[in-house]
């Protein structure tokens, strides 16, 4: 009895070969334990190290912080991948460089952006004050004065465009995915898309000018033409945007609706809009966000003006990019005063842009269709 249950639980413990069930070899644990890990402090003091021993060289050779900078990130690069391959092995000295690479250009692309943040802020708020939202310059010369006039020429010059662009831009996406079927008036309509994706702002603003030029004379200069050129900057990212939108919505929504026997225009407006409401909308903020911040184009069809005009249809209007642009091209006397509205009113343009960008994502977010 002893005997066969001693078999039994022998045959049972034995690995069955043969079968792909084999166990791992006992040499494979003791290899994988052998392999260390540094320490979650090991990143920070490879680097403080790198840094104190860079600030030598640097001080030793008299060159600047950037070069600093720079050494400090090699020197770290190096020493991170030499150490966690002697300790961890080469798949995680490898992910280590990687990390450190990425890193290290998610910095150096973020430099531009804090300087320009910094330097806008820090020189803009001097005037950031009430007076620089209520007043506008009809008869100031020197101190004192705002940009209400400009702020207000802005949002209609921009509501203008939006309202002209955006209708024709939504239509147009919704032609080229549902209808078009990579018909020839499809592709040629791509192909234009992409070229006026591409062209630059002040030309633009040259077509807008000549058109009403040839229209109602030269020198002509009023609000309306400024939106006109706005609107040809707008529709190409409009229309890339709802496309792209529009392209992944899953046909099997469609399918769905032409099987309970509903017209393909009522499908497109009660399925295919709202399931990507969302990120049209976004990509519609988006967009407007790219062009409230033209200066050329505005700079020849609009112009310049000292005080509220809200007519887009009669005479020049003021925008805060051309206001900038021309208290700080063009300052009067004393120069100060000038030079403070021109970076005022970039941070004002500033925060605008940001704030867009913001609803942007949060439309993106609670507006996105929900998969749960």
Do not use: C
């Amino acid at each position: 009895m002893s005997t066969g249950t001693e078999r039994n639980r022998i045959d049972t413990e034995a690995p069955v070969t043969g079968t792909g069930l084999e166990a791992p070899a006992t040499t494979t644990p003791d290899v994988l334990r052998r392999k260390g890990s540094l320490p979650r402090w090991a990143p920070y003091g490879i680097l403080a190290g790198t840094a104190v021993v860079m600030a030598g060289v640097v001080a030793a050779t008299g060159f600047g912080v950037g070069l600093w900078l720079f050494l400090t990130a090699v020197a770290y690069a190096v020493a991170t991948y030499a150490t966690s391959r002697v300790v961890e092995g080469a798949r995680k000295a490898a992910d280590r460089l990687v990390t450190v690479v990425v890193t290290s250009a998610f910095l150096l692309a973020m430099i531009p952006l804090a300087s320009v943040l910094w330097t806008v802020l820090s020189q803009g708020w001097a005037r950031f004050d009430l007076a620089f939202f209520t007043n506008s310059m009809r008869g100031v010369i020197g101190e004192g004065g705002g940009a209400l006039h400009a702020i207000q020429g802005t949002l209609v010059i921009t509501g203008l465009a939006a309202a002209m662009s955006i209708p024709v831009g939504v239509l147009t996406a919704i032609y080229l995915v549902e209808y078009g079927n990579q018909s020839r008036l499809a592709r040629a309509i791509t192909f234009f898309v992409d070229v006026m994706t591409g062209i630059p702002s002040i030309v633009a603003g040259l077509f807008a000018y000549a058109l009403f030029a040839l229209l109602l004379g030269p020198g002509v200069r009023f609000g309306f033409v400024g939106a006109v050129a706005l609107t040809v900057l707008m529709i190409p990212i409009v229309v890339r945007s709802t496309e792209e939108m529009l392209k992944i919505v899953p046909n099997e929504l469609r399918e769905a609706s032409f099987a309970l026997g509903v017209p393909k225009w009522r499908t497109i407006l009660k399925v295919v809009i709202p399931t990507t409401a969302g990120g049209i909308a976004t990509g519609i903020t988006l967009a407007i966000a790219r062009v409230i911040g033209e200066t050329a184009p505005l700079l020849v069809t609009v112009g310049l003006a000292t005080g509220v005009n809200l007519n887009p249809f009669d005479s020049r209007m003021a925008t805060l990019p051309v206001f900038a642009y021309y208290s700080y091209a063009t300052p009067g006397v004393p120069r100060e005063p000038f030079i403070d509205r021109a970076w005022t009113a970039a941070l004002v343009l500033m925060l605008v842009v940001m704030v867009l960008n913001v609803v942007a994502r949060l439309i993106s977010r609670y507006f996105a269709p929900k998969t749960r």
